[in-house]
């Protein structure tokens, strides 16, 4: 027997089996339950969402030889031709290949006779919106006045090329993209009883790639069985798609947010190595900087979604609000303007370095990327809520300090010109214990995550602060409890209070204080805004 393709094998033969569309099933199964049937159904949607499979289920069920009945028996002569495409009553009309008025006169010249062996006559119009417009006008009387023997099913993926003629005489469904949660559980259910093991990235993919279509998603599974010999996994199912691996598209955000064009240009190259879709890398960019934006006001929702989670809570540490919007926002437009560029590798190149380019901490001063300040996790344009004062600021970027106690250390961690991204972080999360001589040693929680405990961000450190003081320096980093302030403590601590202080003289103000007398309102700690410049 030859293969059948697993659009075709898997396609649902009944009302229960359809996956996605609740809203039309249930107005269906209730209409024929309850024998309130139209003579003319339109179905619109999208490709591969299900709108020829649910004309064919209500074929059978308005022929079943057990009654018209939302569920057909699905064993009489009616159903079962009408599954294998062969009752002669179920007149299935290509509309894209019959465009002609004289394809549809012949058609409606047969329409006053009886079916031959079920209770209706039913032409099923696919694409139906390729029909001309001669070929409209000789069917509006019949759509509009039927015999009762006959039930006109339309299905189209683009019903505003239809006649608002047609349309009123029709009862419509709009059937819509499936979720990619629910194409995932179709191939979840779909693929042990086909034999294939899977990993769940790998269908995760899929699914994002077929865009709402459980039929795309089947030939893709199809594909990616052969191309992996039955056993889906990520890495293989992803080089298959040209989609680009989790492990791309870190190493692409680090090295904007570290502002670090080399290795930017490096991982584009490896990308490259590889034949990776343009359009789809772009895809993959935003969908990571989309959760990344969630991530910043629901983190335990997208992280229990979110595979490498140390990953992307690196990178969540390491980018503002500000930053992750703009970056959207360009990648965007630049998938926007790919056709227009003179290649689509030209294209990609020119939108990661308008990411790196254009972001919130940018000086307009001229400087290079290598030149101006890393990205700190925190704005630079005004301090809004959840913003943190720095516990001092640089005289000049350039000059050398001194490191002998915790403000210094805030200091440092605070101002060092050449401190960047997951360095900066670790400098900020970590306590100034002791220095003898050309040896510092620093206290980093015992919970501290591994992204910011490996060694190259001590390394960084170190070298940094050689430079800062003018002076070689050993780091040593211990992880162990301690009661000593970190950086970031000591911002937070300030920015308490100083919001604290902002609030009582605020509840001084003439407004505020009535308003507090009148209906007992008080300030909203989280609404306190400063300038950047005088946080106090």
């Avoid at 006053?112 to 000789?138: Q, V, W």
């Avoid at 790639?209 to 990520?234: C, K, P």
């Avoid at 990661?352 to 290079?368: C, E, I, T, W, Y």
């Avoid at 005004?382 to 050398?400: F, S």
Wanted: glycine fraction near 4%.
């Amino acid at each position: 027997m030859s293969y059948l393709v697993l659009a075709r094998k898997w396609r649902p033969k009944y009302f229960e089996d359809v996956v996605g569309q609740d809203h039309v099933v249930r107005t269906l199964s209730h209409s024929l339950n309850n024998e309130r049937l139209h003579h003319a159904y339109l179905f619109t949607g999208t490709r591969g969402v299900g709108k020829t499979t649910i004309a064919r289920i209500l074929a059978k069920a308005l022929n079943c030889e057990q009654g018209v009945s939302s569920k057909p028996c699905g064993q009489c002569n009616a159903c079962v031709e009408v599954d294998q495409g062969s009752y002669i009553d179920l007149i299935e009309v290509d509309a894209a290949s019959k465009t002609k008025v004289e394809d549809t006169r012949a058609l409606l010249d047969n329409v006053p006779y009886l079916p031959t062996s079920g209770r209706y006559k039913i032409y099923l119009f696919d694409e139906i919106h390729m029909l001309s417009g001669h070929s409209f006008n000789a069917f509006l009387k019949t759509l509009e006045e039927p015999p009762e023997h006959v039930k006109f099913l339309m299905a189209t993926t683009d019903p505003q090329k239809l006649p608002v003629t047609v349309l009123s005489r029709c009862i419509q469904f709009n059937l819509r993209a499936m979720d990619n949660e629910e194409i995932v559980a179709q191939l979840e259910k779909i693929l042990p009883d086909e034999n294939v093991t899977f990993e769940p990235a790998a269908i995760n993919a899929i699914a994002r790639l077929s865009q709402g279509s459980m039929r795309d998603a089947l030939s893709i599974v199809d594909q990616a069985i052969s191309y992996t010999q039955g056993n889906l996994n990520e890495v293989a199912v992803r080089d298959m798609l040209g989609m680009l691996s989790h492990d791309f598209i870190y190493s692409i955000l680090i090295s904007i947010a570290n502002r670090n064009a080399e290795e930017l240009f490096q991982v584009v190259e490896r990308m490259f190595e590889r034949s990776v879709n343009i359009e789809s890398a772009l895809d993959d960019l935003l969908l990571k900087l989309h959760n990344l934006g969630l991530h910043k006001v629901a983190p335990n929702l997208v992280e229990s979604r979110t595979d490498n989670v140390e990953q992307f809570r690196e990178l969540a540490a390491v980018m503002t609000e500000e930053e992750i919007q703009l970056y959207y926002q360009i990648g965007l437009l630049g998938k926007r303007d790919l056709k227009l560029a003179p290649t689509a590798r030209i294209g990609l190149e020119m939108t990661l370095l308008r990411m790196m380019a254009f972001h919130p901490g940018s000086q307009s001063d001229g400087k290079s990327a290598d030149n101006s300040s890393s990205v700190s996790g925190k704005s630079n344009l005004n301090m809004t809520q959840g913003a943190q004062p720095q516990p001092k600021q640089a005289a000049a970027l350039n000059q050398t300090g001194e490191i002998q106690s915790t403000e210094d250390w805030c200091h440092f961690a605070s101002t060092a010109p050449n401190l960047k991204g997951m360095a900066r972080q670790f400098a900020n999360q970590v306590s100034f214990a002791s220095r003898e001589g050309n040896k510092i040693v620093l206290i980093a929680p015992p919970n501290a995550s591994p992204s910011i405990m490996r060694p190259s961000n001590s390394e960084t450190v170190q070298k940094v602060i050689s430079e800062y003081i003018g002076q070689k320096i050993v780091l040593e980093v211990r992880q162990e409890a301690t009661e000593i302030a970190t950086p970031d403590e000591v911002a937070a601590k300030e920015h308490s209070e100083t919001v604290n202080s902002a609030i009582e003289r605020i509840k001084q103000e003439k407004i505020p204080k009535m308003l507090q007398q009148e209906f007992g309102a008080i300030p909203d700690p989280k609404s306190i805004q400063f300038p950047i410049d005088n946080p106090k």
